[in-house]
C-alpha cells in the first residue's frame, strides 16, 4: 500500500491553523497512525486509527478520514509544533509510511 | 512510564553482520507487540520487522522485502529485550533503527519509541 502527503512542506506561523493530507493507495478502513519528528529526534506518536488521540496529545491536534484519504490538523500552531509529520498505515503488512510533510516558520 | 533503549549500532563493514537490541522498561513485555523501524540520513522512516507479543499468533514475525532472508526479528520475554540481527548488509542498510512498541500482542501503530540506534555500513 503506497501512502502519499500534501504538502510536502509548508510555512506558517504561531496561530497558524494548519491542514496534512495523507491518501492510500487502496482502502485501509481507519487504519492510520500520525507521528511527529523533530530533526534528530525520534518520532513521536500523535494519532492512531485515523482520528483518536495518543495519550497526552494536545487537544490543538486533531485528525480525521476512513477509506483512502486522511487529514491531520493543527489548531492555533505553537512553537513547538514546527516538525515532521508523518501518516503511516497498518492496515496490512508490509507496513508503509507517507513521505513526511515539513512544517516550518513562515 | 515505557521506556525502550536499542543500542548494538555502529559502523560494520558490506557483508558482515551486526545485532540491535532493545530493552523495554515499565510495561509488561510480553503481551506486546515489537517493531522495528529504520530511517536513512535525510530519509523518511522505513518499516522494518515486527513481531507479535505472547498472545494468540504466539510471536508471529514479518518483515520488509528489502531486509527479508538477511534480518531476522526476535525477543526474549525473561530479558524484556527485542533483537534484530542483520547479516550480509548493505549499504543502503544505513540507518538510525527505532524500535517501536504497540499497544497490544498484534503488531499495529505503535505507542512508544526508542531513541534509536545508527548503524552505518562502509568499507
Known amino acids: 500500500i503506497q501512502m502519499t502527503q500534501s504538502p510536502s512542506s509548508l510555512s506558517a506561523s504561531v496561530g497558524d491553523t494548519v491542514t496534512i493530507t495523507c491518501r492510500a493507495s487502496q482502502d485501509i478502513s481507519s487504519s492510520l497512525a500520525w507521528f511527529q519528528q523533530k530533526p534528530g529526534k525520534a518520532p513521536k506518536s500523535l494519532i492512531f486509527a485515523a482520528s483518536s488521540l495518543q495519550n497526552g496529545v494536545p487537544s490543538r491536534f486533531s485528525a480525521s478520514g476512513s477509506g483512502t484519504d486522511f487529514t491531520l490538523t493543527i489548531s492555533s500552531l505553537q512553537p513547538e509544533d514546527f516538525a515532521t509529520y508523518f501518516c503511516q498505515q497498518y492496515d496490512g503488512f508490509p507496513f508503509t509510511f507517507g513521505p513526511g510533510t515539513n512544517v516550518d516558520v513562515k | 512510564e515505557v521506556d525502550l533503549v536499542e543500542s548494538g549500532g555502529g559502523l560494520v563493514q558490506p557483508g558482515r553482520s551486526l545485532r540491535l537490541s532493545c530493552a523495554a522498561f515499565?510495561?509488561?513485555?510480553?503481551?506486546?507487540?515489537m517493531t522495528w523501524v529504520r530511517q536513512a540520513p535525510g530519509k523518511g522512516l522505513e518499516w522494518v520487522s515486527s513481531i507479535s507479543g505472547n498472545g494468540a499468533s504466539g510471536g508471529s514475525t514479518h518483515y520488509a522485502d528489502s531486509v527479508k532472508g538477511r534480518f531476522t526479528i526476535s525477543r526474549d520475554d525473561l530479558k524484556n529485550k527485542v533483537y534484530l540481527q542483520m547479516n550480509r548488509l548493505r549499504a543502503e542498510d544505513t540507518a538510525v533503527y527505532y524500535c517501536a512498541k504497540s499497544p497490544g500482542y498484534s503488531s499495529n501503530y505503535f505507542d512508544s519509541w526508542g531513541q534509536g540506534t545508527l548503524v552505518t555500513v562502509s568499507a
Open positions: 515499565g510495561f509488561n513485555f510480553n503481551d506486546y507487540a
